[in-house]
């Protein structure tokens, strides 16, 4: 049996100073295998955006993207998705279960999934739309309304609920005490009082481009990515502007904005030990030490553990095993291990189109792609990587995964997964995941493989593979 392995291992990833900085998140790919080429705000000229290629890697864009618009105001209205909702079969048995299996599909006529957060039985959903769904059981439980469409990160601290949005904005919600599926917005951040408190003082305002000073409290472009603090108690928030910026969830203040990219923020997460790690489409992973001072905190610059040409879209922690994953618009995932001064572990290779959103749970690690491919990879005690499967289904780039443990079938033994995966062709798949899924066979994965694009090379940095590139990996 072949099995798929990272490479590389016990080396750090590094290009030359001089090298082409990464392009923006909205822009993977200057031109298009037609010969199309972005305009400055990201938009593919001459495409058609009712019929999009999903190979196509400008059809990944946030901000480029051509969404139809919604046909349903309130989040209260009967939802659309529960008319495409495949009916789900009676809980299985555990002998019953067939591993890595598609459980339910959701279509959302709204709009384009941009980001998901589970909860326990609760799963929330964000799209293009103004409309935050809250889902339980696969049914539809609540929903509540911003006054921003394009949710771009939702994440969940206690009874709390944040949510990111294109106009730079943060939004607080929480949950009713007295109903469960009543959400109260409490504030958005910056709060109003904090703003006009902030803007009588100079001192206060940066410049952010030619002729344009903003408050640094507030961020000047879209939010990409929330995270928490591993104690719950502060909030980043990474943006475009090229800036991340942390708050007090007690009081919701904002105590620092770093500078931390020459390129946008696409990616943010809070990991172990006081760490921050961001990836930016200027190619660069970086990480930030944070220090307590006085009744605030400080970040400085700890070191960069990637440098490259193309754009890094996504990033994740495992907490446990203390790895630490990156996606890139090449298509690989690379990861590091603490353990071993956060030293270069590995690369994964298992995609033609670049990597949008990464996940972790247990020794899996998920990674959804603008392919349509979500790839499931087990980490061994060793630290390899193999890959167990290749779940397809979506017709549309994969954009954001969530996960949580399968209460009903897992056991100590055989630890079992729910995954949440949203996408831009509309919808949310639901999965089952094992962690002892047999590891997959060259046949196997050749079988699940997307149809190699007309332009693709094996094995080429642009991400795009062809079945003899994945040969190549077995071989290796």
């Known amino acids: 049996m072949h099995r798929m392995r990272s490479t590389s291992r016990g080396r750090r990833i590094f290009s030359e100073e001089s090298s082409k900085r990464g392009q923006r998140f909205d822009r993977l790919k200057n031109c298009d295998p037609d010969g199309r080429h972005d305009d400055r705000d990201g938009h593919p000229t001459g495409a058609n955006p009712a019929n999009y290629d999903v190979t196509d890697p400008l059809m990944v864009l946030d901000d480029g993207c051509q969404y139809e618009p919604s046909t349903s105001t309130s989040p209260f209205a009967k939802s659309p998705w529960s008319t495409h909702m495949n009916p789900l079969p009676p809980p299985p048995t555990t002998a019953d279960v067939i591993p890595n299996a598609l459980m339910g599909s959701l279509v959302r006529e709204e709009g384009h999934i941009y980001s998901l957060a589970a909860s326990g039985d609760l799963l929330y959903t964000g799209s293009d739309s103004?409309?935050?769904?809250?889902?339980?059981?696969?049914?539809?439980?609540?929903?509540?309304?911003?006054?921003?469409?394009?949710?771009?990160?939702?994440?969940?601290?206690?009874?709390?609920?944040?949510?990111?949005?294109?106009d730079g904005k943060i939004r607080v919600w929480k949950v009713s005490s007295r109903n469960r599926s009543v959400h109260k917005?409490?504030?958005?951040?910056?709060?109003?009082?904090?703003?006009?408190?902030?803007?009588?003082?100079?001192?206060?305002?940066?410049?952010?481009?030619?002729?344009?000073?903003?408050?640094?409290?507030?961020?000047?472009?879209?939010?990409?990515?929330?995270?928490?603090?591993?104690?719950?108690?502060?909030?980043?928030?990474?943006?475009?502007?090229?800036?991340?910026?942390?708050?007090?969830?007690?009081?919701?203040?904002?105590?620092?904005?770093?500078?931390?990219?020459?390129?946008?923020?696409?990616?943010?997460?809070?990991?172990?030990?006081?760490?921050?790690f961001t990836g930016s489409a200027d190619g660069t992973v970086k990480v930030w030490r944070r220090e307590l001072q006085g009744k605030g905190t400080k970040h400085f610059f700890s070191q960069t553990l990637l440098k490259q040409e193309c754009a890094v879209t996504t990033l994740a922690v495992n907490p446990e095993a203390t790895f630490v994953y990156s996606g890139s618009s090449d298509g690989l995932v690379n990861f590091w291990e603490l353990e071993k001064a956060l030293s270069h572990g590995g690369t994964l290779r298992g995609h033609k189109l670049a990597v949008l959103c990464l996940a972790t749970a247990g020794n899996l690690v998920f990674s959804g792609s603008a392919d349509a491919g979500i790839c499931v990879w087990k980490r061994t005690s060793e630290g390899e990587h193999t890959c167990l499967s290749v779940l397809t289904g979506h017709t549309g780039p994969v954009k954001c995964l969530a996960v949580e443990?399968?209460?009903?079938?897992?056991?100590?033994?055989?630890?079992?997964?729910?995954?949440?995966?949203?996408?831009?062709?509309?919808?949310?798949?639901?999965?089952?995941?094992?962690?002892?899924?047999?590891?997959?066979?060259?046949?196997?994965?050749?079988?699940?493989?997307?149809?190699?694009?007309?332009?693709?090379?094996?094995?080429?940095?642009?991400?795009?593979?062809?079945?003899?590139?994945?040969?190549k990996i077995f071989d290796e």
């Open 130 to 166: 103004k409309n935050i769904r809250v889902w339980k059981n696969q049914q539809e439980f609540s929903g509540f309304k911003s006054n921003s469409g394009l949710v771009k990160a939702i994440v969940i601290g206690g009874e709390k609920i944040f949510t990111g949005h294109q």
């Open 185 to 276: 917005r409490l504030e958005t951040l910056p709060t109003l009082r904090d703003y006009l408190k902030s803007s009588m003082k100079p001192k206060n305002y940066v410049e952010v481009r030619r002729h344009r000073s903003v408050l640094w409290i507030k961020h000047c472009d879209a939010i990409s990515s929330l995270s928490l603090s591993e104690d719950g108690s502060y909030l980043y928030s990474a943006s475009w502007d090229k800036t991340f910026k942390v708050w007090r969830i007690s009081d919701s203040k904002c105590l620092e904005s770093i500078n931390a990219h020459e390129d946008a923020v696409n990616s943010l997460v809070a990991g172990f030990g006081g760490l921050v």
């Open 405 to 471: 443990k399968d209460q009903h079938d897992s056991t100590p033994a055989e630890p079992r997964w729910i995954l949440y995966s949203g996408s831009l062709d509309k919808s949310v798949k639901i999965w089952k995941v094992s962690e002892q899924t047999p590891t997959m066979t060259r046949n196997q994965v050749q079988q699940k493989a997307m149809p190699t694009t007309p332009n693709s090379t094996p094995g080429s940095s642009s991400g795009r593979r062809s079945l003899a590139g994945l040969k």
